[in-house]
């Protein structure tokens, strides 16, 4: 198994369990279509690497730290844009972090602490 230093963008909605007790199953399966639609787009654009999409959360790996954080940065501002036209149930708070570390590359699956 290899291993890389790569920075690595987590994202998660907030509250998402709680919302889904309030969703129906076509309106859960827009808002995660939503949020997909809206994120990946950004990801590609800064050289990121989808590794896992779980649910309502990514994992995103780049070579470079510097766009990691531009990244989250730009997730954030390209939702901002999205939630003051969005109605309220449609609404997404995500919370990004950026972390930094040599990691175990096994195919898709990162591995280790970072």
Do not use: Y
């Not at 995660?32 to 989808?50: E, N």
């Amino acid at each position: 198994m290899k291993t890389q230093n790569l920075a690595i963008l987590l994202t998660d909605i907030a509250g998402f369990t709680a919302a889904t007790a309030r969703q129906t199953r076509d309106e859960n399966a827009t808002w995660l279509s939503t949020h997909s639609s809206l994120l990946r787009p950004v990801f590609d654009a800064f050289g990121g690497q989808v590794r896992k999409e779980m649910g309502d959360a990514f994992l995103v790996t780049f070579p470079s730290p510097t766009d990691a954080v531009l990244c989250g940065t730009a997730v954030l501002d390209r939702l901002w844009a999205h939630n003051r036209g969005a109605p309220p149930l449609m609404r997404l708070t995500v919370r990004v972090v950026v972390n930094m570390g040599e990691v175990r590359v096994d195919k898709a699956e990162i591995l280790g602490e970072p």
